[in-house]
């Protein structure tokens, strides 16, 4: 009875004494602790072990390895004093808000047509406008060179036919057009649904107060999705900074250089490993980088409050186009399509299946299947694709079930773990997928028990799943939280632990969407190619960074296989996405 | 026997204290109401109970296992207390059918199959749903919903039933037969149940004893007919029934009985107020609608009142009267001509309070 005796004392002492500080919020009983602090502990650990290393690197005079390595800002001194990097910042400036440009305008228009207007073919327009965002750029850029390039199939019949090559795409205004053009999907995305999710009624209250449907669209729409085109903007900037492929393609050719490119032609400008020069560029890109992640965080924030506004009322009233209006809005959409979809891949299906391109060469003697006979006889080759489906296929699943796993331990997490992981997921987006890759080539060098994983799959693996780590968690995230909490409190209430509640109750609920997550990540990783560069040796070669390093030896018919086949296996992956119904509009 | 002790139980969100002490115990067999506004606390305590939510302060016993003791730092998370809880949207899992919504918690108690089966099959058939044992929640009406919630939370034998709103979401006919039925059960089965309601019928209808919270404080605990007809404060006179409120002056004082007017009317009335009230100080009176009798014919004791109109409400009807500031509401069986009338309340019907609550 000493406790109630103490408690009443406490009670009373309540009562006399001002309003009781709150000792501390306390975490509810049994909410396993242990493993959320596990898990975001080992994910803060892989996250860290390579940006840690880069930011050790960028300070030593050598290579970590080599035992001349000091402690010095040398690598610094030689990049500050180099011109040539300069100008790649400069071009990537250009190159990053040149595609800004291009890519959020188009992205702003194809998203109001498509989800405002009652144009036709839409259901098919929605799936069309994504596809260029699962090609990887390499395989874009690459088609782009087959198809309009100084020698492009279609390059060559406009000179036929007015007698110039009205375009030169080997340039940087080339590259950004391309990039822009490209990067649409990634603004209809965001652009669409924050469109689909304003409510009609704000509309129609406008409507209603006299304003006809053009006005409505300039004065309540626009202003209404200003944050998600805002949003849609800085990411753009933000992989215009991390962009590979496409100069590297492009430019590389007429030595435009952007700040990825640098880092990938240091190592052959000195033919020796120069580390610590490649560790400050990397450094330099992610101080521009994170910033803008940091920016994007915050505006989503902002985005969600405008979202939260509205209700759910479904559309009653879509923007009659009428028959000229459907004619222009098709051509655009069709025009689009045409160049930056039909153009690279059908460039690409051509140069598959021909052994010479170019000048006075009649295709249609061409025509062989020797490309791909050619390709069975390189193990190298066939190592790569059967790698590569291995890697989306299985390490897809593997990476799902690990997204999963932090998604849980970061689900209805009120400990201070989650605002550790909360910042430890930002961190993978503001690096490009070819200095992760060559950061854990490093962690695979630097720790000796890992060494021996190098040459493995392995390493791969774990490059990827934090190269997917943000889009992938996101995905997991959103599925979780539509388990309404009050399922999951009852299952604690009846007598289940947090564990088997998760086991029982929450995954469960959720595998229609784990399902569909997984195809989407499979795609991540069919067109991952920057992440592989350096990761990949002898043994693991995959098909993206197998195309990467061909490029420098220039075997043309066995890029435009591989790319072939890079774009069936995406095809592939993409179908089995939407008949698993993955939500690629989140 | 008492299942249930909640002492002293504080809990803050933030910087804010949703729970500022309170106190009370509840028996087998019996229903006990937590009663109050929204944003009074009422759920939070509940889920302090259920250890969905981890007071700072407090110490709380369910059966002998003592489940939360802020000093002793122990705090067992739900899984350990042995309660049921239903819910207001009743959470089914939408994943399993019915049988397998109710025979969970059996089967994480690890009881053999066979006697899962026979026990949600005995549970089904008592509440009714024999027949529905292989539908998905998806596949079943609210009223179905709601019962197979109780059998979820009822069929392994927790000590406490704990029901958040559980009769919300039902239409008001469904409403008045569940509280009855859910009631019997509870007194059948002799368990001890938690109830929260914002809904003064129903914790008067179902309830053995009512908590009354007002901002995270238990305000006032008894009966329903001690809470109904013996309110303590003005926000307990207030919250329940349906009232006339009344602001005037203290005239005359003597003890209990007082004098309240205002503008051209003075009530005889019964002071309520704790602290009691003074000469001349502002005060309110709560006078129930029902304990106003008007007639058209001048009555003894009665004051002269104007009828401004008569409302027709079905079952009866609604009086809308005045004198000066003065207005009041009372029902009666007829329609009354406009005019003068005059109205009957009993002294001790007039509940006098200060003014303003004390802060």
Redesign the interface.
Known sequence: MATSHNSAAMLADAAIVDVPVPPHTARPAGDAPLFRNVAIGILALTVLAPVGLIVYQSFLSAPFFSPRAVLSLDAYAYIINDPTFYKALGTTTLFAFGMVAVAVPLGGLLAFLITRTDIRFKRLLEVLVLVPMFISSIVLAFGYTVSVGPTGFLSLAVRDLIGVVPWNIYSLAGMIAIAGLSHVPHVYLYVSSAMRNLPSDLEEAARTAGANIWRVSLDVTLPMVLPSLVFAASLNVLLGFETFGIPLVLGDPSGIMVLTTYIYKLTTLFGTPTYQLMAVVAMVLVLITLPLVWMQRRLLRNARRYAALGGKGSRVSSLKLGHSGQVIALSIIGLWLFVSVVLPIGGITVRAFVDAWGEGVNLFERLTFSNFHGMLEVPSLVRGMINTIILSVAGGALAVGIYLLIGLAGHRNRGFSNTVLDYIVLLPRALPGLVVGLAFFWVFLFVPVLTPLRPTLVSLFVAYVIVGLSYGLRLLQGTLIQVSPELEESARTTGATIGRTWWDIVIPIVRPGLAGAWALIMIIFLREYATGVYLMGAGTEVIGSLMVSLLTTGAMNTIAALALISIILTAAGLALALRLGARIHD | MTELIV??V?K????L?IL??A?FTAERGSIVALLGASGSGKTTLLRCI??????????IVIGDKTVL?G?RKI???????????V?Q?Y?????RNVRDNVG??LK??GMPQAEIASRVQAILDRLGLGHLAERYPSQLSGGQQQRV?IC??LV?EPRVL?LDEPLSNLDAKLREEARYWIRKLILDLEICAILVTHDQSEALAAADNILLLQDGRIVQQGTPQDIYSNPNSFYSADFLGANNIVKGRIQKRSGRSTVIAGNGWSLNGTVREANGLGDSDEARAVIRVEQISVSDSPAPEGIEMHLDDSIYLGDKWEYRLSRGDFAAKAHGPRQMPSGKVWARIPAESVWVFAAAAPK
């Open positions: 002492n002293n504080q803050w969100l933030g910087g204290q500022k002490g106190s259920a250890g969905l939510e981890q007071p700072e302060i407090g110490r003791d000093e705090g067992l998370p739900p899984e350990q207390r042995n309660i049921g809880l819910f949207s959470a089914l899992w939408p994943h969970y918690g994480l108690r919630a979820r939370a392994y704990l």
